[in-house]
Nanobody, 125 residues
Framework: QVQLVESGGGSVQAGGSLRLSCQAS???????MGWFRQAPGKEREGVAA????????RYDDSVKGRFTISQDNARNTLYLQMNSLKPEDTAMYYC???????????????????WGQGTQVTVSS
């Protein structure tokens, strides 16, 4: 059974930084992963994604230059470094994964099979 557990969320002031982690377990094959977020009253949206092997990354325009996605395969952990945070970044952040080989990163929600429970990020002005 694939499990994804996010951590690292919290409350920060605008301009601050946070690093989210997603611990994955239950995998026995290659996979690709991503970070998504959902603010109250809004649809879930893709933030950052990484392809199988980590050579391809993709970011939503709203976070380019501020967020960095990375992974530690030895620890089965996905990270999202978030810098220069803005109040509009406030949302529940979710880690997602799909056990398949996909070299190109994707921000499409429908491409992901497994989801974590989320970690809250709140940015105050």
């Amino acid at each position: 059974q694939v499990q994804l557990v996010e951590s690292g969320g919290g409350s920060v002031q605008a301009g601050g930084s946070l690093r989210l982690s997603c611990q994955a377990s239950g995998y026995t094959r290659q996979y690709y992963m991503g970070w998504f977020r959902q603010a109250p009253g809004k649809e879930r949206e893709g933030v950052a994604a990484i392809g199988t092997g980590g050579l391809s990354t993709r970011y939503d325009d709203s976070v380019k230059g501020r967020f960095t996605i990375s992974q530690d395969n030895a620890r089965n952990t996905l990270y999202l470094q978030m810098n220069s945070l803005k109040p509009e970044d406030t949302a529940m952040y979710y880690c997602a994964a799909s056990p398949a080989s996909r070299l190109l990163a994707t921000l499409s929600l429908s491409e992901y099979n497994y989801w974590g429970q989320g970690t809250q990020v709140t940015v105050s002005s």
